[in-house]
């Protein structure tokens, strides 16, 4: 008999709430580790502190009108996040009115099952409905797993960021 696969439990996406920020810290905190791991030069590290001013500071923006954050929710467990806003002309970084993707986090134990794809798609309507006329994001060089998601639901590359450091960081 060959090996079982998991069965996923069903997966909810909505607005999030006050009561989320804890769990949605500590998943920005796991996003503030990956990237580190990616290029410590670049990436700021996570402390002690992350997850709870990661939470603090998000659950400042729900009230936000040009600010939607989603959790994705599973059996009373919050297993993934969005944060994204929708932004004026920005002559910095040469484009118009968009919505902006500033973060998309999955759980590990549940990436591979949609919950990403879900999110994401939840997000995207968010904005449209806000009139956002297109979406930019930026997403790690080294990250892979998410360029290919994100790509599969029509992204393109636009820009390119490349780092020189100044100093040695010492």
Do not use: C
Not at 16 to 21: E, K, T
Not at 59 to 73: F, Y
Request: charged share 20%.
């Amino acid at each position: 008999m060959g090996a079982r696969k998991r069965m996923a439990t069903a997966v909810t996406v909505r607005r999030a709430a006050p009561a989320d920020m804890s769990a949605v810290g500590q998943l920005g905190a796991l996003l503030v580790r990956l990237h580190h791991e990616f290029d410590a030069a670049r990436f700021i590290a996570a402390s002690a502190g992350t997850a709870k001013g990661y939470g603090a500071y998000l659950g400042t923006q729900l009230q936000e009108a040009n600010v939607v954050i989603l959790v994705a929710e599973s059996d009373g467990d919050v297993i993934g996040y969005t944060y994204a806003g929708v932004e004026g002309w920005d002559y910095m970084a040469l484009r118009g009115p968009a919505g902006v993707l500033y973060d998309i986090v999955v759980d590990p134990a549940r990436r591979g099952q949609g919950v990403g794809r879900q999110l994401l798609e939840a997000t995207l309507a968010m904005l449209a409905e806000r009139g956002a006329p297109r979406v930019v994001l930026s997403t790690a060089e080294q990250n892979e797993p998410a360029q290919r998601l994100f790509a599969s639901a029509g992204f393109r590359r636009t820009m390119i960021e490349m780092t020189r450091e100044l100093t040695s960081g010492e």
